[in-house]
């Protein structure tokens, strides 16, 4: 397995904090991994960087076979080149349908002019209705957005971001507001995805987590605390005390 | 593969049924302005009317390009009447340029030797910038003798001027109200600088006598009215099928996301600048077209039209009709612009108080902005709403909560469900 992306040596502070302390991150192709940490320890920031939304101070962050340097490219093109981000609050097009958002997702050329002269392909309808199987949406098609369910919403996110056919996919909290059988369902849904491509997951809860099974990164105070599996990263004196210490 | 029903490619008439009412309206209104007027009909409908309804219609087409850069975009551009006014200059100086070398071909005829270019060229020039106290060409009448070069202008001009400024202001990131006051500035700018003497547009005089047409001089004013109405009411059937066609696709779907929610359409891997530089340079050269119309048929445009002010109404009559679909941006930009006419044209009855007359020559401008601030509290579908009302649709429940966190977001009363 070679790597997919490389983060190293990577700060950033705001007004003088440091949210980002000398972080250094590595994921390989088709690896599942789950983000850990208690509030602040710079879970989100770290999907900003990666992301292209935060400019680091200092440090490199390279993608890919060739070893691009994300640092330099615009947002869209980090997204173009593979690199899909679930938000912590559902972000939807809400005034538009399910098939909408989907289809505006799904990968395709990116330019104006290609959009404008668009016409989707069968090929292309098809596509949709399955990914509107898989997060269980085929009946909400033509419906709103807006209409959505908070799960649903969620879900619809999901399937936005395997429209996208991303080769490294972070998501933000993915299980916030959802039943536990959706939960589940959820588990499963990234799970599969992780068997294609790399998958980053942020998460708090740790029962989630656990259903997960892979290997574990704990943040604390923008650096990598520890890594490994979770029941070893729980037995970690350090991250004990980070977690139940205050 | 489930049994799920996607939306069937239908011709573009039957999935947009409002464009083939608005195409067919126009059409009879066209044909029955034609019946009525002076020019080929039966006299009920005055000249001047016609010349009224005329410049209406190209109202009507700046409103659309409004509505595609506000309300499906997001971008509250106050810099569209500009782009109007720039169309109409370029327009405005082939036929002041044309015109006159006809009178001064005329007036140099009598002359016992034939005139030199040089003699004919200088004649032209002391008739135009007598006003301004010159009488040489300034480089930027260069192309003003040639009709397809100055047609060319009417697009190139405010175009070019649209993808410079939008792809500066764009590109650093501006949006929202900073925007808005940018765009502003470009068009006091562009204004103030039109008023001084030596910017080549004869200053303050601007260009005049524009509603005669060169070469026509023996057609009255009853048929180039009406010439230019036409031309006027297909431009605007033209301009809604663009409109439409661009809004209707992915496109559409792409833009209308930006105005709600333009960082997660940048994660999408959307360029959302250029998506907003495309569509902001495509409405000013639909609001050249429009400006290249409206000009003749007033007669003369002066720098005070390219003014913020008239930027600000363009937003209001949008916003009266109703963001966010085309119907309303032309229902708005008619409604308005003709009972301002009404009230201004002095017809409107005065309302005597006892101890004060109401003149709404004065009063129309309170009256305007009282409704536009009613218009945004308590109905803001506007006038385009009636046809929810007409039709039965309903809008979203969503608790006061807007479609997206951007500044330009649909808001909960402005969307359907």
């Given at each position: ?20 302390n ?83 997702a ?35 098609l ?94 970690n ?10 | ?13 039957l ?29 009920v409908?005055s ?115 649209a ?44 260009l ?46 792409v ?8 960082a ?31 000009y ?45 006419t ?8 005065d ?67």
């Open positions: 397995m070679s790597t997919l992306l490389e983060v190293s040596g990577v700060s950033v502070s705001f007004d003088g904090f440091k949210a980002i000398n972080l250094s991150f590595q994921i390989a192709d088709a690896e599942l991994r789950a983000v850990i940490g208690p509030n602040g320890a710079g879970k989100t920031t770290f999907m900003d960087i990666i992301t292209g939304k935060t400019r680091p101070d200092e440090g490199r962050v390279v993608y890919g076979d060739r070893g691009d340097s994300l640092l330099k490219m615009s947002e869209s093109k980090i997204a173009q080149a593979g690199i899909g981000r679930k938000f912590q609050r559902p972000t939807v097009f809400e005034d538009q349908s399910v098939f909408d958002n989907l289809m505006m799904l990968k395709k050329t990116r330019g104006p002019l290609a959009v404008l002269f668009f016409k989707p392909t069968k090929d292309d309808n098809d596509k949709v209705a399955d990914l509107a199987e898989q997060i269980g949406l085929s009946g909400a033509h419906r709103k957005s807006g209409e959505l369910s908070h799960g649903q919403k969620q879900w619809l996110e999901i399937g936005m971001l395997l429209a996208q056919d991303p080769r490294l996919l972070l998501v933000d909290e993915p299980a916030a507001g959802m039943t536990p059988a959706e939960r589940e369902h959820t588990t499963d849904i990234l799970r599969e995805a992780a068997k294609t491509r790399a998958v980053v997951v942020v998460e708090h809860d740790m029962e989630f987590v656990r259903r997960l099974n892979c290997k574990v990164t704990v943040l604390h105070e923008g650096s990598v605390l520890a890594e490994g599996s979770l029941d070893h990263v729980t037995k004196q350090q991250v004990i005390e980070v977690y139940l210490g205050r | 593969m489930t049994d799920v029903s996607l939306p069937r490619r239908e011709p573009f008439a999935r947009f049924p409002s464009v083939m009412v608005f195409v067919a309206i126009l059409a009879l209104f066209t044909v029955g302005v034609t019946i009525l007027s002076e020019g080929f009909g039966i006299g409908i000249t001047s009317f016609v010349k009224t309804l005329g410049k209406t219609l190209c109202l009507c087409l700046v409103a659309l390009a409004m509505d595609l850069v506000w309300g499906y975009c997001g971008i509250l551009s106050l810099g569209h009447m500009a782009f109007f006014g720039l169309g109409g200059y370029a327009i405005g100086m082939w036929l002041m340029y044309a015109r006159t070398e006809i009178i001064v071909l005329e007036s140099l005829a009598a002359a016992p030797l034939p005139p030199t270019p040089q003699e004919v060229s200088d004649g032209i020039a002391s008739q135009i910038f007598g006003v301004v106290g010159a009488s040489e060409f300034p480089p930027i009448w260069a192309f003003a003798h040639s009709l397809p070069l100055q047609l060319l202008a009417v697009v190139l001009v405010p175009g070019l001027l993808l410079v400024f939008g792809w500066l202001a764009f590109r650093s990131r501006v949006t929202g109200v900073y925007l808005s006051i940018l765009t502003q500035a470009m068009t006091l700018a562009l204004s103030l600088h039109l008023f001084q003497n030596d910017s080549g547009l004869r200053g303050n005089n601007g005049s006598g524009l509603q005669n047409l060169p070469g026509q001089s023996d057609v009255s004013q009853d048929i180039v009215s009406l010439w230019f109405f036409w031309g006027s009411a297909l431009a605007l059937g033209l301009g809604y099928l663009l409109c439409a066609w661009i809004v209707s696709g992915k496109f559409g779907s833009i209308r996301a930006i105005r709600d929610d333009e997660r359409v940048r994660f999408l891997g959307y360029p959302v600048e250029a998506f907003k530089l495309a569509i902001f340079t495509v409405t000013a050269v639909i609001a050249g077209i429009a400006g290249a119309l409206y003749p048929q007033a007669g003369i445009i002066n720098p005070a039209e390219l003014a913020p002010i008239a930027s600000i109404y363009l937003a209001v009559w949008v916003a009266i009709g109703g963001r966010g679909r085309l119907y309303g941006a032309v229902i708005g930009a008619a409604f308005v612009s003709l009972v301002s009404w009230f201004t044209g002095g017809q409107a009855p309302i005597n108080l006892g101890f004060y007359t109401i003149s709404w020559v004065d009063w129309w401008t309170v009256l305007l902005g009282l409704s536009f601030v009613c218009v945004t509290l308590y109905a803001p579908k506007g006038i385009g709403g009636l046809v929810d009302i007409l039709i039965d649709r309903k809008g979203p429940n969503r608790h006061g909560a807007d479609l997206g966190p951007d500044q330009g977001a649909l808001r909960e009363q402005e969307a359907d469900k």
